[in-house]
Structure formats: structure tokens, C-alpha cells
Nanobody
Framework: QVQLVESGGGLVQAGGSLRLSCAAS????????MGWFRQAPGKEREFVAGISWSTGRTDYTDSVKGRFTISRDNAKNTVYLQMNSLKPEDTAVYYCAADRQPNIWKPPSSMENVYDDWGQGTQVTVSS
């Protein structure tokens, strides 16, 4: 079990950038997958990006490919989401999550029910 705390959310104009951080107070084991999800009002929680902690393999939902980049810093026990070219439809609460028992031979899972630990979320608002 890890405790996750997101930060870096805020208000940004369309076309701008934000970098979200997720700091883990517990150890992120090399076998974990870390993911970012988001949830807009009235919408279901949606997978955004994921990264294998050990290999660095990443995956993204189609709507953010080419704009968002997920990365990790093993020494700082932190995962990041760099968000560029933001659009109003990116507005949501963003959550980081940890999958303790991923299938490392597949891309990071997009299914929220396989993730075990969740942060409290950070609000991202993109104005038009």
C-alpha cells in the first residue's frame, strides 16, 4: 500500500501547459504500474496515462496522445504528467493511482478497477 498525493493543478488558458506531480509516501516497488485518471462532472472516471515503474513503458488514451507525457523519477518516488496544448475538454479532477500487481508484459491497464491505491485528486481547469 502506498499513499499518493497529487499537486500541480490549477487554472490555465486553452493552449497552455501544466505539470502534475504525484508523490508517494510509501515505497513504489519496481513491479508497480502508476496511472493517471481524470473525472469531469457528470462523466465516468477515465484513464489518461500509465507507466511501468520498472521498464518505463507508457500508454495513453487517444485524446491526449501527442499532448501529454507521463514520466517518473524513481529517486524522488514521484510520477509526473506533463500536459501541453490544453483544451477545455481536459477540465477534470486528475487522480494518480497505483496498480500493485500489473501484468508487466502488457501496456499499463486502462481499467480503474485494477488499481489499488488512489490519491485525493487535483483540479485542472482549462478556460477558453
Amino acid at each position: 500500500q502506498v499513499q499518493l498525493v497529487e499537486s500541480g493543478g490549477g487554472l490555465v488558458q486553452a493552449g497552455g501547459s501544466l505539470r502534475l506531480s504525484c508523490a508517494a509516501s510509501g515505497r513504489i516497488f519496481s513491479s508497480y504500474t502508476m496511472g493517471w485518471f481524470r473525472q469531469a462532472p457528470g462523466k465516468e472516471r477515465e484513464f489518461v496515462a500509465g507507466i511501468s515503474w520498472s521498464t518505463g513503458r507508457t500508454d495513453y488514451t487517444d485524446s491526449v496522445k501527442g499532448r501529454f507525457t507521463i514520466s517518473r523519477d524513481n529517486a524522488k518516488n514521484t510520477v509526473y504528467l506533463q500536459m501541453n496544448s490544453l483544451k477545455p475538454e481536459d477540465t477534470a479532477v486528475y487522480y494518480c493511482a497505483a496498480d500493485r500487481q500489473p501484468n508487466i508484459w502488457k501496456p499499463p491497464s486502462s481499467m480503474e478497477n485494477v488499481y489499488d491505491d488512489w490519491g485525493q485528486g487535483t483540479q485542472v481547469t482549462v478556460s477558453s
